[in-house]
């Protein structure tokens, strides 16, 4: 594992999550130990239930580990306000968003709220990363339109560019692509992929597109129910990790087309 | 609309005496002076500061809880400040009549509304830091207002003809009768509510998007709520002491103010629907005067029967809610 | 909840109507085209509630004006225990009744007075009750406590078994009432509430005497309070004034004030004042709004039954516009909330139906007072 530490922006140790109930903890995952290189592009793979949205919240803080420690930038992210994350981390969830009556344009410029002031006032600057996030991810000639009068994948766009305004180092995505026909996914994963090289930012996402991901991930993150495993596609392939992940009865994994195969009876 | 509210009522007074008696002049009639400065005028501040603080509370409520039948009573506020009042008139029914010597003065009932009120808020805040899931916190202010209702009921049966009577005119609602310095009262509260809200009108933009994205851009979701909790039962809490529970306002008007306004954008939308509530009051209180006629309706059947059909209409043209 | 609050309010306001201003029906005219009994002329002369002929065999007691809108009458025919004439088809109550249940605290006073205290053996919410010898009676538990006077404990009272039930009812159907009437306990619905003359009030009287068998006692009551009420109006219009009156109070936003055709409002007529609602028609109580009272009666010399008020401080709090009546300022405030009995009981709602005479004469000392130099009030005291 890469050991370069100046280029680590995010690191765990010996990391647990999971919920906490009135009787005793629920543990998802423990001793997760990640790092996560600047500029890098990871996406998140695993078994439906196993984790990975508890992972990405737990690395966002948006809810607390059961035990370990996360290390954002060399800083314990316990240290951090909440305020403080949103200027290192931002989001794109699964979740639907409510219906409300926000157009394009005021949804990306949301975005913006960690650095304006208490009134949340757009200066010039505000109004620059807005129209570049809006232009990154071309959704510029419908800024004016209301956000429940976009399709799916223009939605997901719009989300990715209020993230993109938030102009943070660290970018987590659940499932950006899900319900999305393969021309949005594929436009999605490589605008994706575009932004984290030319902007240097890194993104993880979490997804089910094994083919895609293989493609195009810089480093995989490969949760199993008892063991997190890491590392570039081909040493996943390589060590047959890859092809352990979704390992059943019905499929296997094809080394050459990077696939998993339905089995012939 | 104010000045309409002011010029229309039981006695037809002449413009020219109304502008002297609001300017400074002298009126031809001393009553007619009387009836404009200290019945009219309170009246109709008192109307929009009712509309106001109503229609903004429903706002917030509506934004936090994400749902369209929020409203400011959701927490059991009304109910509350009901209890209290019930309390104070009818308890004399169950425990001798020690209390209604007292009991009908104007201040005790504003003081037993806004206990009441206060009351049930702190119980309902209580439980809300426990619980997680926002839309529990509506369901348990609903419970309560039918626990309240419950224990209303009681006392309303042991209580006799002229006790209920007086409580019965009090849910009616009233945006009469408040002195000036009543409504200095109001308004300083209506200050404190109104300023606390202006500090949370950013992350109620960003919790547009849901509890979790309004997380990650920042928001402290705990602090914003515990702030909007606090100030819609201040703001609602006023109003019901002041005022009586006035109906419908509070629900409505925030969803008539999106339709006609079609945006989101709190910063725009706070004083829209603070506007819309009062414009909505003074036209209500207009009505219940029923102009040039000796007789007066009570305030909360006009602003449900007039109100009402114009947010079903303008849903079943529009065809959406949206927050 | 609305709901259930609108149909209370409904309820109240009706109680309401009871205890502070009666209301008459309109009766058609066909009502009062009745089947005169051979000979007989109806006894009843100021009430238009009823009606009483008396034969050899028995008395015919006619209810005509049981509730409001009435529009059916109830016959009763009161035979003596003794007798036992043929009478088919109609309710029959044996005379003189030993035991009765009443319902309403007007009737209280009228047993009273014709020294039948005793036969009380039941009423709804026994805290009302004023009347001293009933109250001596109610502290020996010689009178059942009926509960809430809306909803009467049906248990309780057919446990009773009184031998007859003076109800009200505001309304044609009354459950209580017809399961009371199943198991043979006969009910008599009293119309007092509804009439709107004092005299008319006070005349119910001979429907008790009727019932007791004490008619000679309860014409003579009667008759005095007559003599003593004309004698009265009449001093009254030998007054060289006629004082401006406002009445009522503000419920909320609503200024309730008696009619001109009520019964409150015939007082002030007979006690030759100017009332300033006189001339409207309509016999239970106007619902103004403050603009209206206020530009009217601003400047009324005397306030006669302001609400519940006991004290000026207390009307001031309740609400501020009070304080600027003329009546107010000049402490021409008068009310009967100050009059009450031992257990909180408003004497007025008691005993005046009763003594409709000193009721005249209270408002009489107050408006001229040098007709009257040496009265002292029974009712009606001054706010303080």
Sequence with gaps: MDTNTTNLILKTEQLSIGYLTKRAPIVVQQNLNIALNSGSFVCLLGNNGVGKSTLLRTLSLMQLPLGGHIFLNQKSIEKYSSQEIALEISLVLTEPIPQNNLSVLEVVALGRQPYTNWIGKLTFDDHNFIEQAMEQTQITKFASKKLHELSDGQKQRVMIARALAQNTSLIFLDEPTAHLDIHYKVSILSLLKNICKSLNKSIVIATHEVSFATQLADQLWLMFPDKFVSGTPDELIKNKSLQKLFNSDLVSFDTNSKHFLIKPR | MALLNLSLGSVSIPFKDIFHSLFGGESSNKTWQYIITDYRLPKTITAILVGSSLSISGLLMQTLFRNPLAGPFVLGISSGASLGVAFLLLSAGLFGSTFSNFASTSYSMVLAASLGAFLILLVVLITAAKVRNTMSILIIGLMFGSFTSAIISVLAYFSNAEQLQQFMFWSFGSVGNLTWFDIGLFLGVEVVGFTMILFIVKPLNSLLLGENYAKSMGVNFKTTRKIALIATSLLTGVVTAFAGPIAFIGLAVPHLTKLIMTTSNHKVLMPAVALMGAILMLISDTIAQLPSSTYTLPINAVTTLFGAPIVIWLLVRKRKILF | ?384
């Design chain 3, 1 to 384: 909840m609305q709901i259930a609050l609108i149909k209370m309010f409904k309820l109240i306001n009706l109680i309401r109507y009871i205890f502070l201003f009666a209301f008459i029906s309109q009766y058609s005219c066909q009502d009062q085209v009745v089947k005169r009994e051979r000979n007989n002329e109806n006894i009843v002369t100021f009430a238009k509630g009823f009606e009483l002929y008396k034969t050899d065999d028995y008395t015919k007691l006619i209810i005509k004006n049981p509730y409001p809108n009435a529009n059916k009458q109830f016959v009763y025919y009161l035979v003596n225990k003794n007798q036992h004439p043929k009478l088919t088809n109609v309710v029959v109550i044996h005379i003189p009744i030993r035991s009765i249940v009443a319902t309403s605290t007007t009737h209280i006073p009228m047993i009273d007075a014709l020294n039948e205290a005793n036969s009380l053996i039941g009423f709804p919410n026994l805290d009302y009750i004023s009347t001293p010898r009933v109250r001596d009676l109610i502290d020996n538990h010689k009178i059942v406590d009926l509960g809430n006077n809306l909803q009467v404990n049906t248990e309780v009272l057919l446990s009773l078994n009184p031998d007859v039930l003076v109800g009200f009812s505001m309304q044609s159907e009354n459950k209580i009432y017809k399961t009371i009437q199943k198991a043979g306990i006969p009910v008599i619905l009293n119309g007092d509430w509804l009439e709107s003359t004092p005299l008319g009030r006070a005349e119910w009287l001979k429907f008790f005497g009727a019932l007791y068998q004490k008619d000679a006692l309860a014409d003579s009551i009667f008759n005095t309070i007559v003599n003593d009420y004309h004698q009265v109006t009449k001093l009254a219009l030998s007054a060289k004034t006629r004082p401006t009156i406002l009445s009522g109070n503000l419920n909320s936003t609503i200024w309730n004030l008696p009619a001109g055709e009520s019964y409150s409002a015939q007082f002030f007529k007979d006690a030759n004042t100017h009332y300033y609602w006189q001339n409207t028609t309509g016999n239970g109580s106007l619902n103004l709004s403050f603009e209206t009272v206020f530009n009217q009666a601003q400047n009324a010399q005397y306030w006669i039954a302001a609400g519940p008020y006991k004290s000026f401080v207390e009307m001031r709090e309740t609400n501020p516009h009070y304080s600027k009546f003329k009546a107010f300022k000049t402490k021409q405030v008068y009310t009967f909330a100050l009059t009450l009995g031992k257990t909180g009981g408003t004497l007025y709602y008691e005993e005046a139906a009763l003594k409709p005479n000193i009721v005249l004469k209270d408002l009489i000392k107050v408006v001229h007072p040098e007709l009257l130099p040496n009265y002292k009030p029974y009712f009606l005291k001054k706010l303080n």
